[in-house]
């Protein structure tokens, strides 16, 4: 690929589910924030040129420091976001370089993404335009009315559990984020500011390992994940 991809992580939400003091993207992993194991994990990929990295404004100064701590050496801009993910979104596509054309969006706290599968969306995104990774349901999912009475179950097969990262073309997604903005819709993927645009979104498949760490039981399963799952991938 030569076009130049950059990448956002956004990590400047409060982690109010995680119920810890500290925000859940700065705990500790084998030893590390898992801010810094979602950061490795684009840092280390050869096609990416640019990583914008989005948190709270008290903890830019902190995060600037990983840059040199942990030696990441594509993170060009620490920045502070937004009331909403989407506004912390959009504040890192502004502040990516001007020559970045394609563009994925990932969660600070989404630090188990496999190498093929972010290596898949970005292919697919180049092909279709905009592509996010996701894996099917495997419960089954009731909509469900105010008073607690069910009032349909869509059909399982599909259903899909949306995943980060979610990649695009970024004049698209840039694009799908200030139409979003004029007409103050706000969305819990970027997916769906892209749709809104009556474009077609790819689905592509990754795996159960790629959490987005939200609640206290997500703790265990993550230290699980790290011992038994991703050193077998970097091997
Ligand atoms: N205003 C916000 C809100 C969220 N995020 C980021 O978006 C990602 C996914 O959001 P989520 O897991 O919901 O994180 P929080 O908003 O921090 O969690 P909670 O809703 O429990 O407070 C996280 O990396 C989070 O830091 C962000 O950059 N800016
Ligand atoms: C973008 C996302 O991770 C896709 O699953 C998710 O929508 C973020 O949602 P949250 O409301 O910030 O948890």
Request: proline residues 3%; contains cysteine; glycine residues 8%.
């Given at each position: ?9 956004v990590?400047?939400?409060r ?10 993207q700065?705990?500790l ?10 950061l490795?994990?684009?840092d280390?990929?050869?096609a ?7 948190t709270?404004?008290d ?19 620490v ?9 912390s979104v ?6 990516l ?6 563009v994925m969006?990932?969660d ?11 290596a898949?969306?970005l292919?697919?995104a ?20 105010g ?8 059909d399982?097969?599909?259903?899909w559990a949306?995943?980060t ?27 769906m500011?892209v ?7 790819a689905v ?11 609640t ?20």
């Amino acid at each position: 690929m030569t076009d130049k991809l950059g990448v956002v992580v956004v990590a400047a939400g409060r982690g109010s589910r995680m119920r810890t003091q500290e925000s859940k993207q700065y705990l500790l992993l084998d030893g590390k924030p898992i801010l810094v194991h979602t950061l490795e994990l684009f840092d280390r990929l050869e096609a990416v040129s640019d990583i914008v990295l989005v948190t709270g404004t008290d903890d830019v100064e902190r995060c600037r420091g990983y840059i040199e701590t942990y030696r990441l050496r594509k993170v060009k801009r620490v920045i502070p976001g937004g009331k909403e993910r989407q506004d912390s979104v959009y504040q890192g596509l502004l502040a990516l370089d001007g020559e970045v054309r394609w563009v994925m969006v990932h969660d600070g706290v989404r630090p188990f993404a496999a190498r093929e599968h972010i290596a898949a969306c970005l292919d697919k995104a180049i092909e279709t335009e905009a592509a996010v990774l996701a894996v099917p349901v495997k419960d089954t999912i009731k909509i469900v009315d105010g008073e607690g009475l069910i009032q349909a179950t869509p059909d399982r097969r599909s259903l899909w559990a949306i995943q980060t990262p979610q990649a695009f073309r970024f004049s698209l997604l840039r694009d799908a984020h200030e139409r979003a903005r004029e007409e103050g819709f706000v969305g819990t993927d970027d997916a769906m500011l892209v749709e809104r645009l009556g474009v077609r979104v790819a689905v592509v498949e990754a795996d159960y390992y790629n959490i987005k760490i939200t609640t206290p039981e997500d703790l265990p399963w993550a230290e699980w994940i790290i011992r038994h799952v991703r050193g077998e991938r970097e091997s």
